[in-house]
C-alpha cells in the first residue's frame, strides 16, 4: 500500500468506512444537525473526543449569492466556537486570498501538508507563518468537491509534536466525501433561500419553500400597498445607452426598494422604472401568514419609508447635480387594503404577487401624482391609521375609481415618523 507523504496526505489506500468512527458520526448525528456551523462544531469536537490532535479547523464553502463569494467557519480547540464569515467577491483579488492555499486548492492543487515542527519548515503561505508562532505543529488542506464540479476547502491544523499520524490522516482522508455530501446538501438548501430571498423577497421565498408553488396557491392579506415608479424614463431612455439607462434604475430601486427593505417591507416586483412592495398587517391573518405587525405600524413603517425614500432621492440628485446630471423625479403612493397574495401566470412561469381592487388603486393612485405635482401620495386608509401629520389635498377621482377619494401627503417638513 502507498504511504501519505508530507506534501500529500491523500496519497494512501481507502480503509473499510466501519473502521472509521468519524464517518459514523457524520451518517448518524451528522446527518441530523441542519445547519455547517452546528456541523463543523460538532465534527470538530467527535475528532478531538477520538484522541485526535485537532487545534484548528476552517472550512470554506463557496456559494451562489451576487454579495458573498463564499462563507467560512473557524473552529479552534481553545475557544469550542465556531465563527461565522461571509466573504464578499472582492476577496478574490487581495492578497489575502491570492497568498493563501485556498486559492492554490481552487486552482487545483490536490492537498497541500506542511510540517511546521520540523527544521527549515516550508512556510509558503503567510497563514503558516502565523499558524506556526501560535505552536501548530502540522497543517493539512484538502478540496472537497460537490457533485456539480465546485471545489470548497477544508483545512486542519494539529498542535501535537510530529503533527497528525498516517493513520489519523487517513480517517480525515476518508471521511472526507462523506462531509462533502452533507456540506453540500446544506449549501444547497442554503443556495435555494438566497436565490428565493433575492428574486422573490424573504417572505415570498419562505411561502414558496412551504410548499406555495402551485398556480393558485396563496392567501388573503391586508397591508399597506407601496407603488412607485421613475419619472421622465421615455426620455431618460432614448438619450443615453442602455447600460448607462440600467444604472439609473439601479440608483434609483438602491433609494426607493432599499428604503422599504430597511424599514421591514417586501419588494414583490420590479416592473420596468416601477416597484410594487407590501408592508402586511395583522387585520387579516391565517395559518400560512408570519406574524405581522399592526396596522398603525405598518402604516408607520410604511411612511417612514416613504420618507426615507425621499430623503435618499434628494442626496443622489445633489449628487447627480455636482456631476452636471439632470435631477431624477419620482411619483410614490400608499394605500392599504385587502389584497390576494400568491401564485399567478402558467403553470411553467408562475410570479407569486398581490393581485386585487387595493393594489389596482395604488396604481391609480400613483398616477396621479404627477396631476397633483407631488411626488408622494396617501390614501384615506393610510392617513387614518397614522398618527402623524399629514396634508390633504382634497378629495379626487381616481382612474378607473367611481367614487372620489380623500388623498394626503406629507408635509415639507413631516413630524410623527420614526
Known amino acids: 500500500m502507498p504511504t501519505r507523504t508530507q506534501d500529500d496526505p491523500s496519497a494512501a489506500g481507502p480503509m473499510p468506512w466501519c473502521a472509521n468512527p468519524f464517518i459514523e458520526w457524520l451518517l448518524t448525528e451528522g446527518w441530523n444537525i441542519t445547519s455547517t456551523r452546528g456541523l463543523v462544531g460538532g465534527l ?31 473552529w479552534r480547540r481553545d475557544s469550542g466556537v465556531v465563527e461565522e464569515f461571509s466573504a464578499p467577491h472582492g476577496v478574490l483579488d487581495t492578497a489575502l486570498h491570492l497568498d493563501s492555499p ?48 465546485q471545489i470548497n476547502l477544508v483545512t486542519l491544523s494539529a498542535d501535537r509534536p510530529g503533527g497528525f499520524s498516517t493513520e489519523e490522516l487517513g480517517q480525515i482522508y476518508e471521511m472526507l466525501p462523506v462531509l462533502a455530501r452533507l456540506l453540500e446538501v446544506q449549501a444547497t438548501r442554503r443556495t435555494a433561500v438566497t436565490l428565493l430571498d433575492t428574486y422573490l423577497g424573504s417572505h415570498t421565498g419562505e411561502q414558496v419553500l412551504k410548499g406555495l408553488i402551485k398556480r393558485g396557491d396563496g392567501e388573503d392579506i391586508h397591508a399597506v400597498i407601496w407603488f412607485c415608479d421613475l419619472r421622465d424614463s421615455t426620455r431618460l431612455a432614448d438619450s443615453m445607452s442602455r447600460q448607462a439607462f440600467l444604472g439609473i434604475l439601479n440608483d434609483f430601486f438602491d433609494c426607493m426598494a432599499g428604503a422599504v427593505l430597511d424599514h421591514g417591507g417586501e419588494v414583490l416586483r ?9 408592508f402586511p398587517t395583522d387585520e387579516v391573518s391565517t395559518a400560512a401568514q408570519r406574524a405581522c405587525c399592526s396596522t398603525e405600524e405598518a402604516c408607520q413603517s410604511a411612511l417612514a419609508a416613504a420618507l426615507d425614500a425621499q430623503a435618499r432621492m434628494a442626496a443622489l440628485n445633489r449628487a447627480r447635480a455636482q456631476k452636471g446630471e ?11 387594503g385587502e389584497v390576494t397574495y400568491g401564485n399567478i401566470g402558467v403553470p411553467e412561469r408562475l410570479e407569486f404577487t398581490v393581485i386585487g381592487a387595493a393594489a ?9 401624482c404627477k396631476t397633483l405635482g407631488e411626488s408622494i401620495l396617501i390614501s384615506a ?21 367611481g367614487t372620489a377619494r380623500e388623498i394626503f401627503t406629507l408635509p415639507r417638513r413631516p413630524r410623527g415618523l420614526p
Open 44 to 74: 470538530c469536537r467527535r475528532l478531538v473526543d477520538e484522541g485526535m490532535p485537532l487545534w484548528r479547523m476552517f472550512c470554506l464553502i463557496r456559494t451562489l449569492h451576487p454579495q458573498v463569494f463564499g462563507t467560512s467557519y473557524t
Open 270 to 278: 420590479f416592473i420596468g422604472d416601477a416597484a410594487l412592495a407590501i
Open 102 to 149: 485556498c486559492a492554490a486548492i481552487f486552482d487545483g492543487a490536490a492537498a497541500i501538508r506542511r510540517r511546521l515542527d520540523i527544521p527549515d519548515a516550508r512556510l509558503d503561505f503567510p497563514i503558516l507563518k502565523d499558524l506556526h508562532a501560535e505552536g501548530a505543529t502540522d497543517y493539512v488542506a484538502v478540496p472537497v468537491p460537490f457533485s456539480d464540479g
Open 381 to 401: 386608509e393610510v392617513a387614518r391609521c397614522f398618527s402623524g401629520e399629514l396634508v390633504s389635498l382634497g378629495r379626487h377621482t381616481l382612474r378607473g375609481v
Open 360 to 368: 389596482n388603486e395604488a396604481a391609480r393612485l400613483q398616477d396621479m
Open 326 to 336: 439632470p435631477s431624477l423625479g419620482f411619483g410614490l403612493a400608499l394605500h392599504m
